[in-house]
């Protein structure tokens, strides 16, 4: 028997290509440059033996997000979809393992990432206007239904708002930037005698960088993907490594090794140093600024699994429709916000729900990222005469050197991370019911 409309309804729409390479740069600067260039550099810096290895070290993750980036440059000029990972995991290894991870996606490694950056906005937002006790909580959760509330009314909303949160966030990086350079660089202090561990230090500046492989989802909507695609990586990765790099620079001209190691909130520090208690308000601005793009940029990006998934999947159909009238997964994008919502009440109810959110999706995202890297060498031996618009250089090394540090990362991930870890590993495998599910009962 025919489907019908009824019986397939996401059949009536399907993406258009509208996102530019500016929309694209927008997305990649607006995810990765957030809340963790304010927390990380003294720990990265504690465990450094000097300052050039600390600014090597930044510039060693800008090498790092480069050779991930260009690894699915190729993956999505070859395979575009609004589906990105899900996509790639669906055609190297079957059905059963693209919708585990979409199953991961929608319930820990998205929507977590969604509610530990509503967190950080929430924490700031409450310095700058306060809630109460709990008034973290609370904007985070109001964040969270402000931005999918911006992004069901369509993708127009979404990407204007992000072109505009991201150029807000270099402008008010750049603030800090200078204000760095204009403060009085201390005197040198004397060689530290420990360094701490390098490969920990990696492991802060690699999380620093994280969120630049959402640019995948981007591809089933950008107008040229397979000549726009690596342009958008290039691009973003060179903003992004610049700006650590000159922000970094800034912190040491300010507090000099020593004191950079010593600060507890560095770029407070940097703000108060130069501007007084008004400078440490303007930062809490500037913090919730960089925090906004990415929760946009994540919300946006993140929805496009869930329709990928009930794209493929007749019993979650109702997330397989694209809404015409929006251009964007309307649906997917209400199922996101209410999981995300969720993780924000089970933050709450922690200590430090920042932290409970990395603990929860952190090895889980290693993973999968780990098996979307082993993929491109599955592509490259099953079809080897494809037409890839785009290759990544240095085949096989750039690929292998890209599976490696998903690996580090992923033990990293479990020797480091909290019982948030493992309850992520315990929701994981809740989803492989759907899994074994899809694999006998295929879409038609």
């Given at each position: ?56 070290a930044w510039l060693a993750g800008g090498v790092a997000m480069l050779v991930g980036a260009l ?212 930062l809490a601005a500037v913090v919730c600024c960089a925090a906004l793009s990415t929760l946009n ?148």
């Open positions: 028997m025919t489907a019908t409309a009824k019986d397939q309804p996401h059949a009536l729409a399907a993406p258009r290509k509208t996102i530019t390479v500016l929309d694209g740069v927008s997305f990649v600067v607006g995810i990765v440059i957030g809340v963790g260039i304010f927390r990380m550099p003294p720990l990265v810096a504690m465990n450094t033996p000097s300052e050039a290895v600390f600014l090597l690894c699915y440059a190729e993956l999505a000029a070859a395979h575009p979809d609004a589906g990105g990972e899900y996509h790639f995991l669906q055609r190297a290894y079957g059905g059963g393992l693209a919708v585990l991870f979409a199953w991961a996606r929608c319930t820990i490694i998205q929507t977590g990432a969604i509610a530990y950056v509503a967190f950080v906005f929430g924490d700031y937002a409450n310095a700058v206007l306060p809630l109460g006790a709990n008034g973290g909580s609370v904007w985070a959760a109001l964040s969270v239904v402000v931005f999918t509330g911006v992004n069901v009314l369509g993708t127009q909303p979404g990407k204007r708002t992000q072109v505009f949160f991201a150029i807000a966030t270099l402008f008010a990086v750049a603030a800090v930037v200078a204000a760095g350079m204009s403060a009085t660089a201390p005197a040198p202090a004397p060689a530290s005698a420990g360094g701490g561990a390098l490969g920990l230090a990696m492991v802060f500046v690699l999380l620093t960088y994280g969120g630049w492989n959402e640019v995948a989802y981007l591809s089933g909507e950008m107008k040229e993907p397979r000549r726009d695609m690596v342009r958008v990586v290039l691009a973003g990765t060179a903003i992004v490594t610049l700006v650590y790099l000159a922000v970094n620079y800034a912190y040491l001209h300010a507090f000099g090794f020593a004191g950079l190691r010593d600060s507890k909130a560095v770029g407070a520090d940097l703000m108060r140093l130069v501007a007084g208690d008004a400078g440490a308000w303007l940029a994540t919300i946006f990006t993140g929805a496009r699994v869930y329709y990928a998934l009930g794209r493929d999947l007749p019993i979650i159909r109702r997330l397989g429709v694209w809404d015409e009238r929006g251009d964007n997964p309307a649906n997917a994008f209400l199922l996101q916000g209410a999981i995300a919502l969720a993780l924000v009440f089970f933050g709450a109810l922690t200590r430090d729900g920042f932290s409970a959110m990395v603990d929860y999706t952190a090895p889980v995202f290693w993973l999968f990222l780990l098996l979307v890297a082993a993929s491109l060498f599955i592509f490259r031996a099953r079809e080897p005469a494809s037409q890839r618009p785009f290759a990544v250089p240095l085949y096989p090394l750039t690929p292998a050197v890209f599976v490696g540090i998903c690996a580090y990362l992923l033990y990293s991930s479990l020797a480091y991370t909290g019982v948030g870890a493992l309850f992520g590993l315990g929701v994981l495998a809740l989803g492989a019911p759907l899994a074994f599910w899809s694999r006998k009962n295929p879409q038609g």
